[in-house]
């Protein structure tokens, strides 16, 4: 079956400071992937998505690249603020309507 | 605005006690679940729905039923509730087999506590 890894937190970063969440994936067929923000109390919010290989994916300063190559999806920002502390769920959709989540990666981003 | 409401937000029960958790969506999706999010396990399906009376189950049905009687309203039935389905529950819906991908736009979240 589909599964997705993701890099376990939490991630502790200073204001500013470069952010990489990895992320890879096992699926048959050709999966769509995606990342989910859930800041504290809040519901899932979609981050970005790729539907097929080299696509990237963007919104507010994060950035993921779909590399089939290498099965993997990490998500990026050059620049965190403190307003980025959230969770982070990679998922990918595929094979079936029902969607393969990580277990998410904690971001914490001090002033 | 375009949102998927549960309620309640908050619920604290006992063993045994029937309880629903509504879910509703105003974007005229088709595509609706329910997910459980429990530490360190992500976040697991339970149930989904690709129309009005058509439901399969997710990853973890056990325990659960559902609805889909109308397009917009996807409740979550608790027939007997054990302290093991103490969780964080999340309902969605998806323009999905629109021609979407499947992202997935969540509600805000139920916290059930069964004692």
């Known amino acids: 079956g589909n599964s997705v890894t993701q890099m376990e937190g939490p991630v502790t970063l200073s204001e500013e400071a470069f952010l990489t969440i990895n992320c890879t994936y096992t699926a048959t067929g050709y999966p769509s992937l995606f990342w989910y923000v859930q800041y504290p109390g809040e519901g899932l919010q979609l981050l970005l998505k790729?539907?097929?290989?080299?696509d990237k994916g963007s919104n507010k300063g994060f950035e993921a690249t779909y590399r089939k190559e290498t099965t993997s999806f990490h998500l990026e920002k050059g620049s965190v603020q403190v307003s980025d502390s959230a969770v982070y769920f990679c998922a990918l959709t595929g094979g079936s309507y029902i969607p393969t989540f990580g277990r998410g990666t904690s971001l914490i981003v001090h002033p | 605005e375009a949102q998927v409401t549960q309620n309640p937000r908050y619920l604290i029960t006992v063993t045994g006690k029937k309880l629903t958790v509504t879910c509703s969506q105003n974007m005229n999706h088709e595509y609706m679940s329910w997910y459980r999010q429990d530490p360190g396990l992500g976040l697991r399906q339970i149930y989904y729905s690709m129309n009005v009376e058509v439901t399969d189950k997710g990853d973890v049905p056990e325990g659960y039923k559902v609805s889909r009687k109308e397009k917009r309203n996807f409740p979550l039935i608790l027939e007997s509730p054990s302290p093991n389905q103490t969780s964080l529950y999340f309902c969605a819906s998806s323009p999905w087999g629109s021609g979407s991908a499947g992202e997935l736009f969540f509600g805000e979240g139920s916290r059930l506590t069964v004692l």
């Open positions: 790729a539907t097929k290989a080299d």
